[in-house]
């Protein structure tokens, strides 16, 4: 490791005047495999406060195949997201909302893959993105899936996206930035 | 599939930590709860690869975007993305954005009292060569006033996203100018603990990339994250 690497700063308050060309509601995976899924959600601060300047970026890889989800996809000729991509900038509410496939359960090396999305959290005041998973309520596979494990039991909830009212296709989940529902993050 | 990356750790104080104080924003923003370490599973270990045909040969042309052209000096920023063993990435989309030469950025909620330019919207992207370079073409933005503190400047910066071969090797961050007095004051630049890695943010001037009658060059080379020299721990 010869050259240091370069130092991460905060998104700011002005990134969609660059970002947003990237923004999408919905993200695109391969197949037609796994029910389509609503997740909707709100972004709070340390006061409590909803976080109207906000982006997410989500990414999901096939467990199954082990592989992401590449289809017919090639870059040469790709016009379109890259599948199981997203990026979903929250309104001036601090809400978001996006579609996606929900993935299934998989197994490499022995190990068990509940189902999940990988989430990265940016915005003005992190001087660099929080790293974040979406899980999904009621997943058998979660009891065994690795990461979930090393997560204490009373915090795991908060990176469950649960069934609302509105049908079990249609999640909740939000993310606290900070205090006692303080959803879980990651150090990669 | 080739066999995605194993990513290695950042080396201590090359990134800012979350809470910062002396940024005001990060104070209700960063985390309190110690990060849980997470092991590099696919998901982590690869990532979106964007398409040549997301990208248009003009995007990377900032002052082309509409029929007159924008005020300000004329620069030509470029440069290698590398990763920390120094291999090129390629392929790889670079996207930015920047206030224009008077400081005001094209956005609704910036309320800075200076002029928009109607020539000049302040974003561009592009894909790296195969031998990881790029280069953008744009108006070197201004100095604008914030309210973390009393009489709280930005220096000049572009804003830089960057996608590597991994979700481990996103990158989000600002590149500077050489010289900028407002440098020493900033906390947003100030938060890298590691002084060397700190002033990789600061481009240099490129006599190389100087255009004669026409733009002043600026070099920023940018090193992600890279691959693991050793395997990882399992």
Redesign the interface.
């Known amino acids: 490791?010869?050259?240091?690497?370069?130092?991460?700063?905060?998104?700011?308050?002005?990134?969609?005047?660059?970002?947003s060309?990237?923004c999408r509601p919905g993200i695109e995976c391969a197949g037609e495999k796994g029910n389509r899924v609503t997740i909707r959600g709100r972004i709070l601060?340390?006061?409590g406060?909803p976080?109207p300047?906000a982006l997410l970026?989500i990414?999901?890889?096939d467990?199954v195949s082990?592989?992401?989800y590449?289809g017919e996809?090639?870059?040469?000729?790709?016009?379109?997201?890259?599948f199981?991509?997203g990026r979903i900038a929250t309104n001036e509410c601090g809400e978001f909302q996006f579609s996606t496939r929900k993935p299934a359960a998989g197994q490499?090396d022995g190990?068990i893959?509940a189902p999940?999305l990988?989430v990265?959290v940016?915005?003005?005041?992190?001087?660099?993105?929080?790293?974040t998973?979406i899980y999904f309520a009621g997943e058998a596979a979660n009891e065994q899936d690795?990461?979930l494990k090393?997560?204490p039991a009373e915090?795991r909830e908060t990176l469950l996206a649960m069934p609302s009212p509105d049908g079990d296709n249609d999640l909740r989940w939000d993310i606290h930035?900070?205090g006692d529902r303080?959803?879980?993050?990651?150090?990669? | 599939?080739a066999e995605p990356p194993i990513f290695?750790k950042?080396?201590d104080g090359?990134?800012?930590?979350?809470l910062?104080p002396e940024?005001r924003?990060?104070?209700?923003?960063?985390?309190?709860?110690p990060?849980?370490?997470?092991?590099?599973?696919?998901?982590?270990r690869?990532?979106?690869?964007?398409?040549?045909?997301?990208v248009r040969e003009s995007d990377r042309d900032l002052t082309a975007q509409h029929t007159g052209e924008p005020l300000g000096e004329r620069i030509v920023i470029s440069g290698r993305l590398?990763?920390?063993?120094?291999k090129p990435v390629r392929?790889a989309l670079i996207?930015?954005?920047q206030a224009n030469a008077a400081g005001r950025?094209?956005?609704k909620?910036?309320q800075h009292r200076a002029p928009l330019d109607p020539n000049f919207?302040?974003?561009?992207?592009t894909l790296t060569d195969a031998e990881g370079r790029y280069k953008f073409i744009s108006i070197k933005p201004g100095a604008y006033p914030w309210g973390n503190h009393a009489n709280a400047w930005r220096p000049a910066h572009v804003?830089f996203?960057i996608f590597g071969a991994g979700?481990?090797s996103?990158?989000?961050?600002?590149m500077y100018f050489p010289g900028d007095p407002l440098l020493a004051y900033d906390p947003?630049?100030n938060?890298?603990p590691?002084e060397?890695?700190?002033q990789?943010?600061i481009s240099m001037f490129d006599w190389e990339n100087t255009s004669p009658e026409f733009a002043l060059g600026y070099r920023f080379d940018?090193?992600?994250?890279?691959r693991d020299?050793t395997p990882m721990e399992k």
């Open positions: 490791m010869s050259h240091v690497p370069t130092p991460s700063q905060t998104v700011g308050p002005f990134f969609s005047i660059g970002l060309a990237l601060d340390g006061d406060e976080v300047d970026e990414w999901q890889v467990h082990n592989e992401p590449q996809q090639t870059i040469e000729r790709r016009k379109t997201l890259p199981g991509f490499k190990m893959y999940h990988a990265l940016l915005m003005r005041g992190l001087l660099r993105h929080l790293v998973r690795m990461v090393l997560v915090r930035l900070q303080e959803t879980v993050f990651f150090e990669v | 599939m290695g950042l080396a090359t990134q800012p930590h979350y910062h940024y924003s990060s104070v209700k923003r960063a985390p309190t709860r990060l849980i370490v997470l092991p590099h599973t696919l998901s982590e690869t990532g979106p690869v964007f398409g040549q045909d997301m590398l990763d920390e063993g120094g392929g996207e930015v954005w950025y094209k956005h909620m910036d919207n302040g974003f561009g992207r804003h996203s979700l481990l996103r990158l989000v961050t600002q947003i630049y938060c890298i590691d060397k890695a700190k990789g943010l940018i090193v992600l994250r890279g020299a």
